[in-house]
């Protein structure tokens, strides 16, 4: 096997990994919320503890709480892990860019599974709908336009508009008490406009290759700033490139890799697909540093970026867990009276 062979089968092996840690997370939180809203006749089902996993998708829940820690509240004790998930991320974007998405989000790899289906699809039936897998740098850079405004809108809210007081306020309501909850109802009861809006951004993601990471998602377009600031990049070799554009069309975040001396692209999710998909031997390597010039440079081996991103995730884990932020402070009781309260009332 060669070596971007082998880098390939990483990536494959740490996402399906990710992926079924959040699917068994799904099925403890099916669990646990038919424990927690029972309302009816009798005991109901037996206690089953909240999982913590699924706070990591509550961003906005964990903005507030950075937002609330850097003011001296301390570590939020109702959705801990999401904060230390944010923390990770933002860590990882900062040292092995937006390599989070690449490797460990559930959402990146359902996107790039809808694409890869709709790739396919093209390439069956002639691209039916005559629509450019490709589109121009214009029409990429408005489709990415809208999660920078989502983006901006939020952080008004929660640094311009909200003291850290209605902060704390916000964090410790039954409202964000319960945001796992309310998610889970989202998807799993859906109404008809979040099942129209879902439906869009499915089709979306099957047309238009990265349609919700590229064009919609906060989360990942603040990963993405902070990936700015990444020494490690992939850089491509101009004396050795033949020009074939083999990398541009294997990057799944549509970045033209061909025409970049450095790939400081926000989109960039050190995937290195690029790197695996080049015919000419060390012509894309990653490199550490943010000069142009090549001897201020140092090339990192390729598995540097999946270890920085695994090993982040991993310590802050066990980091969390061993000093008591990572799983919420809600008492059970809490919980179920919280549920029974709002989604079960008589
Ligand atoms: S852009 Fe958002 S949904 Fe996509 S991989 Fe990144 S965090 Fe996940
Ligand atoms: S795949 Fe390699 S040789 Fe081809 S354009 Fe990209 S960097 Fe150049
Ligand atoms: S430029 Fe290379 S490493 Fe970055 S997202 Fe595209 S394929 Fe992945």
Redesign the pocket.
């Known amino acids: 096997m060669t070596a971007p062979e082998r880098m390939r089968l990483l990536r494959v092996c740490i996402q399906t990994l990710a992926a079924a840690l959040f699917i068994a997370a799904l099925w403890d939180f099916y669990q646990y919320f038919n424990w927690a809203s029972y309302n009816g006749p009798g005991e109901g089902p037996p206690f089953y503890p909240r999982p913590a996993l699924l706070e990591a998708f509550l961003p906005a829940s964990a903005l507030a709480a950075a937002k609330n820690f850097f003011s001296g509240y301390g570590f939020d004790s109702v959705h801990p892990a999401g904060l230390t998930v944010f923390f990770a991320a933002v860590l990882i974007s900062l040292t092995a860019r937006k390599s989070f998405c690449g490797y460990l989000c559930p959402a990146g790899l359902l996107c790039e599974l809808l694409s890869r289906l709709g790739a396919s699809a093209d390439k069956k039936l002639g691209s039916p709908l005559g629509l450019p897998r490709r589109p121009g740098k214009l029409i990429s850079l408005l489709i990415s336009c809208p999660k920078y405004i989502l983006l901006a809108g939020i952080l008004w809210v929660i640094f311009a508009r909200l003291s850290p007081e209605d902060l704390r306020a916000f964090l410790d309501s039954p409202y964000n008490k319960t945001l796992d909850s309310r998610i889970w109802l989202f998807f799993t009861q859906p109404s008809q406009e979040a099942l129209i809006g879902l439906g869009v951004i499915f089709a979306g993601s099957i047309l238009t290759p990265g349609f919700w990471c590229r064009g919609f998602c906060p989360y990942g377009a603040l990963l993405g700033l902070f990936s700015f600031l990444s020494p490690l990049a992939v850089r491509?070799d101009k004396t050795?490139?033949?020009?074939?554009?083999?990398?541009?069309r294997a990057c799944p975040a549509r970045i033209a890799?061909?025409e970049a001396a450095r790939v400081s692209s926000p989109e960039c999710r050190g995937c290195l697909e690029?790197v695996a998909?080049?015919?000419?031997e060390g012509?894309?390597k990653v490199q550490a540093g943010y000069r142009s010039e090549k001897k201020r440079l140092r090339r990192a081996p390729v598995w540097l970026i999946p270890l920085l991103c695994v090993a982040a995730m991993g310590a802050a884990y066990f980091l969390a867990l061993y000093s008591g932020h990572w799983h919420s402070q809600m008492t059970p009781l809490e919980l179920k009276t919280l549920h029974r309260d709002i989604f079960m009332p008589n």
């Open positions: 491509r050795n490139c033949t020009y074939c554009r083999r990398c541009t890799v061909h690029c998909a080049c015919p000419v012509c894309l």
